[in-house]
């Protein structure tokens, strides 16, 4: 059950970087589960990672393994290693070394991720079994391949490329992204893997990297919870002609504006796939004392079971947007100052409902799939943006049945 377009864009291949999949039989055998990515010998490579402090095994590993100038990438999904304790570690270490024996290289520089259920051990042989399959199919044309076998209860592949001219020279940017449930991003999401051929200075690349994803991956909410194995990765090949992008120069700012496009659009299409979800709802705030406060105004709204259950019914209950404003922790609020749209249509200007309100326009909104809370605060000049979905009688099948 997902919102609007289901095909996956074109992933323009990355020079310097290739993908291979296969099946391990993990969790399922519908789809391959075990993704490899190799990337050139002089990639610059960088993460962001969950801030949760129960933080899954492979986001240690690959935190560490993340100093080691990494060359390739390898992920499970169906098994999420994560509360597994010491042997959760091994284990992670162990697949890291299984792939190093195989492709001649440093275990160290070797990066493990990991998405599925939590809290069982990870099968080891099976993806042992399953990497030199993975191996063989290695190409710079698997992004497709790989966008489905990340996923676990996706319902379709996530993926985005976009290109820029750079001092004359084509860039491209290719990620792919999977997540639909236990998405409440404090970091990035669930698991992003972005390349790009550019020649991007390390530092600069982590840059850019922060940048876009605060303003795309946090903020977007389906449920409220922060995976233990959130991690977002940022490969740069240096392939392409283009002049190198340096935190001084001016093909900085224009890297970093293709590159949010980029994380902008993957985290639109995890929402759009959220678990559950038949609505699509972006919470414009506006009129903020600062964007820390616009932050937490919409995901307040964002995060409300009433608020999304109304969507979900399709009811203009804006009373539950309002408490949930009220809630949400500004200081000194004047509600007098305070107005509220759904898409067009005005429901509560100056802290009170509008004297023409009329019901059966706000419930024609609410009958669309794709719906704009305007929220206007009357404190300042800071605005965000926020992206969520309803919350369905789907979204709690699914997550009943998840270890069934």
Known sequence: MAIGESSLPLLRPIPGVRLGTASAGIRQTERDDVTVIELTDEAVCTAVFTR??????????????????????LINSGNANAGTGGKGLQDAERTCRALAQLVKDDFERILPFSTGVIGEALPVAKIEAALPVALTSLSESGWE???????????????????????G????????????????PNMATMLAFIATDARVEREALHACLEQAVGQSFNCITVDGDTSTNDACVLMATGR???????????????????????????????IRDGEGATKLIRIHVEGAASEEEAHRVGKTIAHSPLVKTAFFAGDPNWGRILAAVGRSGIDRLDVSGVSLWLNDVCIVRNGEAVPDY?????????????????????RGQARQKILTCDLSHEYVRINTEYRT
């Open 358 to 378: 009329d019901e059966a326009s706000a419930q024609a909104v609410m009958a669309g799939d794709d719906i704009t809370v305007r929220m206007l605060l009357g």
């Open 169 to 184: 020279q084509r860039v491209t940017i290719t990620g792919i992204v999977k997540g639909a449930g236990m998405i409440h």
């Open 145 to 167: 391949r790989a966008a489905s076998a990340i996923m676990t209860t996706d319902t379709r592949p996530k993926g985005a490329s976009r290109t820029l001219t750079l001092g």
């Open 52 to 73: 949760n402090a129960f933080c899954a095994a492979p986001v240690v590993v690959a935190q560490e393994h993340l100093k080691s100038s990494p060359r390739w990438l």
């Open 240 to 270: 392409s002609n283009a002049p190198l992008v340096i935190r001084q120069n001016r093909y900085f700012a224009e890297f970093q504006t293709a590159l949010f496009e980029v994380c902008r659009e993957l985290a639109e299409a995890i």
